[in-house]
């Protein structure tokens, strides 16, 4: 058997974090056993469904390199497939035309609730053939009322239903659209699903949707439902806790390895390790290795891995991700050191992709102004010495490496009899515009001779100002 998953989410909204982390498991099982993964685009929901949020799921997808083998499909492109199921069903006399107005549900379901009972439809309709012409309808399929539904969760363990305990769902609306847990149940079947992994909060689907692909002589999948996500505070996970949306952790400055290595372990584990590999992933993952509690987002722990992955990935695939933010941030890159340069340099000291942009705007952009604290601790006329020595070696230096560098700071340091840090600071807060940045070899290094100079002889003016007013 060819194993076959899919990822089904409705475009009513952007792909959030939950939905992202039900696709990497649906996706790491289906190629983790050399199978297919089908992406499809759940749209009976008219009113609410968007091609921006559609366009939004799709980004976010490709974001995460979650590549789909199939799809995506549109189940408004399939009505005609489900109505000629449901016509079936109404004449196997498996579903019925319900004609209870709005009215009529809610005093039923206050009589229900008034005596205690639990608030449901009473089947008025299953058996009447007494159908008033010219009158709106819904169409119900005729649950069993005896027995129970039965499957083994591959998370949860044994799960049995009561078919007591199940009305007749609505599988078409009066306006003759299909309802979601019918067309859910005939697209697994069409499109061969051998597992469904999805959100705990389908559970209550299952079984339903167990009866009608019954009804339909239809395979039944394997189910896999995974538990939610809570925020750091206990509580479901919101926008008050932050970025929810991936393409928000895309804009913020987050690496999609990051993000997914983070997603997996939301619920998942191997042993104790913490940094995972996506061929390792692929290797390792199991759905009866993933919890059953609901996990806590953690974003500090988001925050080290994003760091790991700045640290370690190579510069060039950093570099790919980074163009999105130079392009935001407005940085022009081409004049200056190769960004894989600065990466290389500036990766242990951010944590963002977003930070690593704003921190290395000097390496590409001059500027006229000093940061005001740094210029008035390190540019004082006590550091003249020290900026027109070093200076001057710099000017009459062709060999323009970070060891020939390394070497006339320290040589300056040696001649004027001072501590490298009084010739460091003030030439650091010169050539950057602040008193921090990686090396001040690499960083003058990557600066260049004429821009560091400039720098130098701007310093100096400051200086001079400061030592006249």
Request: proline residues 3%.
């Amino acid at each position: 058997m060819t194993i076959k998953t899919r990822f089904a989410p409705s475009p009513t909204g952007y792909l959030h974090v939950g939905g992202a982390r039900t696709a990497l498991y649906s996706w790491l099982f289906a190629k983790a056993n050399g199978g297919e993964f089908v992406l499809r685009i759940e749209d009976t929901d008219i009113e609410r469904s968007t091609q921006a949020a559609i366009d939004a799921i799709m980004d976010g997808m490709q974001w995460l390199d979650l590549s789909w083998d199939q799809g995506p499909y549109f189940q408004t492109e399939r009505f005609d497939r489900y109505k000629s199921l449901i016509e079936q069903l109404l004449q196997q006399g498996q579903a019925y035309k319900c004609f209870c107005s709005a009215e009529e549900l809610e005093e039923m379901r206050e009589k229900q609730m008034a005596a205690g009972e639990k608030a449901r439809y009473n089947g008025k309709w299953r058996d009447r053939e007494d159908h008033p012409e010219g009158q709106p309808y819904v169409i119900r399929f005729k649950n069993p009322q005896t027995g129970s539904v039965v499957f083994d969760d591959k998370i949860r363990g044994r799960i049995e239903v009561s078919n007591s305990e199940l009305d007749d769902l609505i599988i078409q609306r009066s306006d003759g659209s299909p309802t979601y847990n019918f067309c859910v149940v005939v697209d697994d079947w069409d499109m061969g699903i051998t597992h469904v992994v999805r959100g705990e909060d389908h559970i209550n689907n299952t079984p339903r949707q167990i009866n009608i692909l019954k009804a339909l002589n239809a395979p039944i999948p394997e189910y896999a439902h995974v538990s939610m996500i809570l925020g750091d505070d206990g509580k479901k996970l919101s926008k008050r806790h932050g970025a929810v949306s991936v393409m928000q952790y895309r804009d913020e400055g987050y690496l999609p390895q990051a993000l997914l290595n983070y997603l997996v372990r939301l619920g998942w584990s191997h042993g104790d390790q913490e940094i995972f590999s996506r061929e390792e992933m692929l290797k390792l993952f199991t759905l009866e290795g993933i919890n059953k509690a609901a996990s806590a987002f953690n974003t500090e722990k988001l925050v080290w891995l994003n760091q790991h992955y700045i640290k370690t990935l190579p510069a060039s695939e950093v570099a790919a991700h980074l163009q999105w933010h130079l392009k935001q941030q407005k940085l022009d890159i081409s004049e200056g050191p190769a960004i894989e340069d600065v990466i290389q340099i500036q990766a242990d000291r951010v944590k963002t992709l977003a930070e690593l942009v704003s921190v290395s705007r000097y390496f590409y952009e001059d500027f006229d102004e000093f940061d005001e604290k740094a210029a008035k601790k390190h540019l004082r006329p006590v550091a003249k010495d020290a900026l027109e020595k070093v200076a001057e070696k710099l000017n009459d230096l062709d060999n323009w490496t970070t060891e020939a560098l390394h070497t006339v700071i320290n040589q300056t340091a040696e001649e004027l009899g001072v501590g490298m840090g009084k010739v460091g600071m003030p030439l650091r807060v010169a050539v950057s515009g602040s008193g921090n940045s990686p090396s001040l070899d690499q960083t003058i290094c990557l600066i260049g001779k004429q821009r560091s100079l400039k720098r130098i002889a701007l310093a100096l003016e400051f200086i001079n100002k400061r030592e006249n007013s």
